[in-house]
């Protein structure tokens, strides 16, 4: 028997995939901290960005899901650590205490994301996209501070490199675009 073709993804998963504190992956103390005033002074960073088509229009609604490492490079994040409300057994948040390596976000109408965290202790941060008129969705990686290195960045042109870096805006704070095609299209992985 043959595989059966993909369906696009979307949008139906905004409406059940998104929950409370889901881009707020750092643990401990998580409010307060912002893209303006940012949260390193907690040990924490702030990355942000937004996703662009290829014409250069917002995607107001796609969905990001992060993945990485605590400060010291450990992939073990802390299972468990969403609350259900007792009645409804709908996800109500975080627990705001344990790190989880893990954060799922929407985009706004603007098409603009936010992820508080921690700076991860290998260097990047994984991310995979999910958009409408997406057969499968997207990996890529955000390097932040020095320029990519390693395997997989190593693998790429310079220019291509540098395209996989997160701008520090200033102290603490990330900007790190997501472009789904054209000319300044977001390096994607393929993880066949």
Known sequence: MKPTPSQTIGPFYGYALPFAGG??????????????????????????????????????????EFWQADPSGGLRGAPGTLRRDPVTGAIIGRDGVAFTGFGR????????WTLRTHTPGNGYISVCLFARGLLHHLYTRV???????????????????????A?????G???????MQG??????LDFA
């Open 183 to 188: 000319e300044k299209e977001t390096v994607f």
């Open 23 to 64: 881009g707020d992956i750092r643990g401990g103390d998580i409010r307060g901290g912002d893209i303006r005033g940012g949260d390193i002074a907690r040990g924490g960073i702030t990355v942000h960005g937004h996703v662009y088509d290829g014409a250069g229009a917002p995607v107001s609604d796609a969905l990001l």
């Open 173 to 179: 704070v990330y900007r790190f675009d997501i472009h």
């Open 143 to 165: 390097y932040l501070g020095a320029e990519p290195s390693g395997p997989l960045a190593d693998a790429l042109t310079p220019e291509r490199r540098r395209a996989l870096a």
């Open 105 to 112: 976000t929407p985009t706004d109408a603007d098409g603009h």
């Open 167 to 171: 701008v520090e805006e200033r102290e």
